[in-house]
Nanobody, 121 residues
Framework: VQLQAFGGGLVQAGGSLRLSCTAS????????VGWFRQAPGKEREFVAS??????STSYGDNVQGRFTISRDSAKVYLQMNSLKPEDTANYYC?????????????????WGQGTLVTVSS
């Protein structure tokens, strides 16, 4: 399974971006999906996750209330509003090993290459 995250770019603080994640085949339709991010010199950090049917979502403390994860039959999205310079990172999507996703990296079996988000102050 190959994942691709896209939609990153340069945005000013307070702005918005929407990231998308697609899979090479429809494995993800039965699995939870998560978004993580990694800034230079830092560990990969949990951002958000969504269950196989979209019925359950979870967010990291740093993005709660500003980011929204959603999915349709083809993609998983991450709507990012009120962006801050500290949101600058490479954003990765991952497919969970089960129908539900979580905050731990070991919950995920496949990862995409990431898309860079840069928020200027």
């Amino acid at each position: 399974v190959q994942l691709q995250a896209f939609g990153g770019g340069l945005v000013q603080a307070g702005g918005s971006l929407r990231l998308s994640c697609t899979a090479s085949r429809r494995t993800s339709s039965n699995n939870g999906v998560g978004w993580f991010r990694q800034a230079p010199g830092k560990e990969r950090e949990f951002v958000a996750s969504i269950s196989w049917n979209g019925g359950s979502t979870s967010y990291g403390d740093n993005v709660q209330g500003r980011f929204t994860i959603s999915r349709d039959s083809a993609k998983v999205y991450l709507q990012m509003n009120s962006l801050k310079p500290e949101d600058t990172a490479n954003y990765y999507c991952g497919i969970s090993r089960s129908a539900y996703a979580g905050r731990g990296l070991t919950n995920y079996a496949y990862w995409g290459q990431g898309t860079l988000v840069t928020v200027s102050s």
